[in-house]
């Protein structure tokens, strides 16, 4: 598999990365609300991202 395609780029680490994005905005949101989930959110999006930027150190670059 050619990892140095566009296309598997975008779909390895573009499309994960807004999502993990979406993750933390959400839950800095429910932080700012002060709901009890609000931390659980945040840190997984924060490891998504952590897992992301793993991916690319390991397998793209």
Do not use: C, H
């Not at 573009?14 to 931390?39: H, R, Y």
């Amino acid at each position: 598999m050619d990892l140095q395609n566009p296309a598997i780029s975008y779909s390895l680490l573009i499309i994960p990365t807004f999502f993990a994005l979406t993750v933390v905005i959400q839950g800095l949101s429910k932080i700012a609300k002060e709901e009890k989930d609000g931390p659980v959110a945040l840190g997984l999006g924060i490891f998504l991202l952590i897992l992301i930027a793993v991916v690319y150190f390991m397998f793209i670059r």
